[in-house]
């Protein structure tokens, strides 16, 4: 690795991990005309490292667009900031609250202020929070917390795999979620505290849209997806569990992000590690049958998911009359019911599909996704 890709993957750690623009500009001189001085230097010289125009390389340039929308977001925030006098005192926002039942959480990092449940499942429900000393979007947390003891295995299990995403920064990075802490309640429940994505799962579009949603769409959704899962397989690593819930769409930047990872497979045909859930509608049969889990197995998931997302039926997956034939029949692939007979590589099917989304649709162009009306 060169030493101009090594600093761009520190910078981008840090700048995934900072959750107020003090930790990436410094904290304050106590003297407004030199903290100006501080936030512009330090932009400058981030910028020499993540600015996109410097790397050629697809990988590395993907990374950069990133970094460099963050550290953009990270200096806008700051220099609000600093035209408000506020600049270096981290006093927490109007939004830290806890009228709505909030309550508070210490770790051996920081301090959060938890508001109210975003999401309740079976397994973990999820809180929206912000860390104590910010302001900006950047300290907006989500905190996931395992509803019974007995399940913490489950939640070691998703910590111990978004760290070996977090552990190699990739262009797919921004499709998955970022781990900032985890705690134990006096319950002895396991919490994991990770960076907020303000999203819609894909049951919120599909409620949206219940005729089910134009397939450019889908099929943007599907392309990102593909390219997260790709990197994850890459990994040896089978999230297990796709649905519409855990598919996160954001959509002013046309952005996705893949979660829960609790009942993720690591190295599964190496290591021996199985499925843990079965869903009875988005499940391959092999999960039933007690096979390992293969690439295929998430493809088939995802390939339900996007039926649903049509508008169409995952259970007997019936597909809208209206849906284009090529993009019918790459679906029907995905959901074949034997795993050998389905798309195998999901890198490979992305590439397939973005020929197929030009047969249909001619060049991709930006198609806004309207949810706030």
Known sequence: MSEEKTALAKAYEKLLQAICPEDIFGESKNDKESDEKQIKKVYRDLSKIVHPDFYSDRNQNEIAKHAFQILNDLHEQAEKNWEAGTYGQRIPGDNHGSENGGFAIKTQKRDYVIQSAIATGDLATIYGGMVVGTTGPEGHVAVKIVNDPEDNDLAFNEIKVLRIFQAELSPQSKHLPVILDNFKTTNNQYGTIMRYFDGYDLYSVREKYPQGLDPRHVAWILARTLSAIGYVHSQNIIHGNIEPAHILVRPRDHNICVVDWSYACVNPLIAGDSFKVFNELYSP?????????????????????????????????????????????????????????????????????????????????????????
């Open 285 to 373: 049969p092999e999960v039933s049958e007690k096979k390992p889990p293969l690439p295929s197995s998430d493809l088939y998931s995802l390939g339900k998911t996007m039926i649903y997302l049509l508008g169409g039926d995952p259970k007997t997956n019936y597909i809208p009359i209206q849906i284009p034939q090529l993009f019918k029949q790459l679906l029907q692939a995905m959901v074949l019911p034997s795993p050998l007979q389905r798309p195998r590589d999901a890198w490979e099917l992305y590439r397939y599909l973005g020929e197929t989304r030009t047969k249909i649709w001619g060049p991709a162009r930006f198609l806004e996704l309207v949810m706030n009306h």
